[in-house]
């Protein structure tokens, strides 16, 4: 099974500031990583595919990067709504797996 | 619009069963695979099961497997999770999601709102 790790389990920021999330997989998964938001009591929202793709209607703010077993996420200017968590997931295997996830809080 | 409703959600005794359901609607159903996720409350999100377009390929996380059963009837637009030998660890919310190919990646672009299953005595 491929096990995901992302970094940092939570973090405090502020509106404006320039935000980093890694994601780190057990092995190698090419660019078979995506990346989700979920704000409180609701969905997960598909942020980023195939490490780097924006999904449409997702504002250019968010952008990813990496392939192997290192990659990103990063939240250039914090808006409001950004505070949530963040999830990045492999498609690499059919058996598909989470990260822990990343909270974002308010500093 | 996409738009992916579950239902089949409540309470069940620990070693009872139940079936969720999930109806799609917006899309071909049956030119996409589709994943049962759940998601404890409080916790992290859990990948529970798969299925390919057709039904041939199925796929399930080791803490489901011999105890949940996915399925789908294309005729219907819809998607099952037979849940047997139910556990309270098994509670959670569970999110019927469509997996999308994307650049050749697969990802999962559109999400249900999900439905409660709690297990207590």
């Known amino acids: 099974d491929i096990q995901l790790t992302q970094s940092p389990s939570s973090l405090s920021a502020s509106v404006g500031d320039r935000v980093t999330i890694t994601c780190r997989a057990s092995?190698?998964?090419?660019?078979?990583l995506n990346w989700y938001q979920q704000r409180p009591g609701k969905a997960p929202k598909l942020l980023i595919y195939a490490a780097s793709a924006l999904q449409s209607g997702v504002p250019s703010r968010f952008s990813g990067s990496g392939s192997g077993t290192d990659f990103t996420l990063t939240i250039s200017a914090l808006q409001p709504e950004d505070f949530a968590t963040y999830y990045c997931?492999?498609?690499?295997?059919?058996?598909?797996?989470f990260g822990q996830g990343t909270k974002v809080e308010v500093k | 619009e996409v738009q992916l409703v579950e239902s089949g959600g409540g309470l069940v005794r620990p070693g009872g069963s139940v079936r969720l359901s999930c109806v799609a609607s917006g899309f071909t159903f049956d030119e996409f695979g589709m994943i049962w996720v759940r998601q404890a409350p409080g916790k992290g999100l859990e990948w529970v099961s798969g299925i390919s377009w057709n039904g041939a390929t199925t796929a399930y996380a080791d803490s489901v497997k011999g105890r949940f059963v996915i399925s789908r009837d294309n005729s219907k637009n819809s998607l099952y999770l037979e849940m047997n030998s139910l556990r309270a660890e098994d509670t959670a919310f569970y999110y019927c999601?469509?997996?999308?190919?994307?650049?050749?990646?697969?990802?999962?672009?559109?999400w249900g709102q999900g439905t409660l299953v709690t297990v207590s005595s």
């Open positions: 997931q492999q498609s690499y295997r059919f058996f598909r797996s």
């Open positions: 999601v469509r997996d999308k190919i994307g650049l050749g990646i697969p990802n999962f672009d559109s």
């Open positions: 092995q190698s998964i090419s660019t078979y």
